[in-house]
């Protein structure tokens, strides 16, 4: 199936893109790869209009808007997920992680992750905990990893 680049104007539009519209314009005649190609690079920053540079998807807990982002915190998700027993129980028992058992312990190790995060942002004032995120003036955006383990027992 081939897209148009009218289409992909028109998606820019709809998403409330306007400086991706405009830039999209000239695309009109492109060919289908070029204007394919830039448009995702241009939907990775949630973050527009704001001192920071992030994707809505790497939130986990805490606002989420740009406008209300003004003390965020940010965690090594993954090394927080492997220390949950239940993640140790999937690789010991070496359990699919898409099988109804693997789904179901790795929703309640997120959810452990989830409650952490969520306690450590509050007893720290932050506005929110995320996965990736960064300043666009290069500051360094809190770690607070080591907060969140003590919050889930220390392991």
């Known amino acids: 199936m081939l897209i148009l680049g009218r289409t992909i104007l028109a998606a820019a539009v709809l998403c409330g893109l306007c400086g991706v519209a405009q830039a999209l314009t000239p695309l009109t005649s492109a060919s289908v790869p070029d204007a394919a190609v830039s448009l995702p690079v241009l939907l990775d920053?949630?973050?527009?209009?704001?001192?920071?540079?992030?994707?809505?998807?790497?939130?986990?807990c805490g606002h989420r808007e740009a406008a209300s982002i003004t003390k965020p915190a940010k965690v090594d998700y993954e090394a927080l997920?492997?220390?949950?027993d239940e993640v140790r129980r999937i690789k010991k028992q070496r359990i699919k992680k898409d099988?109804?058992?693997?789904?179901?312990?790795?929703?309640?190790?997120?959810?452990?992750?989830?409650?952490?995060?969520?306690?450590?942002?509050?007893?720290?004032n932050y506005c929110s905990v995320w996965k990736k995120i960064s300043r666009r003036d290069g500051k360094a955006v809190a770690d607070i990893t080591?907060?969140?383990k003590a919050k889930m027992g220390g392991k």
């Open 81 to 84: 997920l492997a220390l949950t």
């Open 146 to 148: 080591a907060q969140v």
């Open 45 to 60: 920053d949630d973050g527009r209009g704001s001192d920071y540079k992030f994707s809505r998807l790497d939130n986990i």
């Open 99 to 124: 099988s109804a058992e693997g789904l179901k312990l790795m929703t309640a190790a997120r959810r452990k992750v989830l409650e952490a995060c969520n306690k450590a942002q509050g007893a720290n």
